[in-house]
């Protein structure tokens, strides 16, 4: 908590939301915003003082509240652009939000479904990963990777969960994507899916395909599920 300058040109009220909202994004108020009684005692100043920065707050989209149970902070939407090779590890990063994995399943394989996407033959072997990605405490996507195991064999070494696929097969593998393309298509998750995501029963996903490139060799294919209750992608022209 700053205390909060009342000789200062800045509104009482708007450095109290300042304050509210630094300490949301450096973790606090996890359970819940402490009740307009509690900001009014914390902050020394009055309860209009506190309902003007719960408003702000509310109309900015940083906290909503809910009839009988208080006030809380609201769910973040990861927004993504579309402007080329992204990672969604700092997607979550650019939304003040903590990015882990919880790797599934981390081994070797025949390249199975993933070779003609891989240009291998069937019984080729391929590194498999699969994780189920955190935007904070939440789930939002469920990934599965494919790699030629003959580059990829040093990530079965790696701590995979944190940060970016790529970052670490640069590290251990040296090897850097390129290019590649992608494929977006809206999807109903299956119940096993969505109890793995958390997502409520009424709400699509986005099926994710992508092929990453390493110069003229594929390197990865990628599918993913990712919750579109909590993801959205966009676009922009000059």
Request: charge should be neutral.
């Amino acid at each position: 908590m700053t205390a909060l300058d009342r000789r200062s040109a800045l509104p009482l009220w708007a450095q109290l939301a300042e304050d509210l909202r630094a300490q949301a994004v450096a973790g606090a108020f996890r359970d819940r915003l402490p009740t307009e009684d509690e900001l009014t005692v914390t902050y020394g100043v009055s309860r209009n003082t506190v309902r003007e920065a719960l408003r702000r707050l509310r109309d900015d989209g940083v906290i909503e509240r809910t009839r009988g149970r208080g006030t809380f902070l609201a769910k973040v939407d990861i927004e993504q652009p579309l402007s080329g090779h992204y990672s969604l590890a700092r997607s979550i990063q650019d939304q003040g939000l903590t990015e882990h994995s919880e790797v599934r399943i981390l081994d070797t394989r025949p390249a199975g479904p993933a070779a003609e996407a891989l240009e291998l033959a069937p019984g080729e072997p391929v590194v498999h990963i699969e994780r189920l990605r955190f935007a904070g405490d939440e789930p939002l996507a469920l990934d599965r990777s494919w790699l030629p195991a003959g580059l990829a064999e040093p990530l079965l070494d790696a701590d995979l969960g944190h940060g970016s696929l790529y970052d670490a097969l640069l590290d251990r593998c040296g090897v850097r994507v390129t290019g590649g393309w992608e494929r977006i298509t809206p999807t109903i998750p299956t119940a096993a899916e969505r109890r793995d995501l958390r997502q409520p029963r009424p709400h699509a996903s986005f099926a994710v395909e992508r092929l990453a490139r390493s110069g003229p060799q594929a390197i990865e294919w990628r599918r993913s599920l990712i919750r579109g209750d909590r993801y959205r992608f966009t676009t922009r022209w000059p």
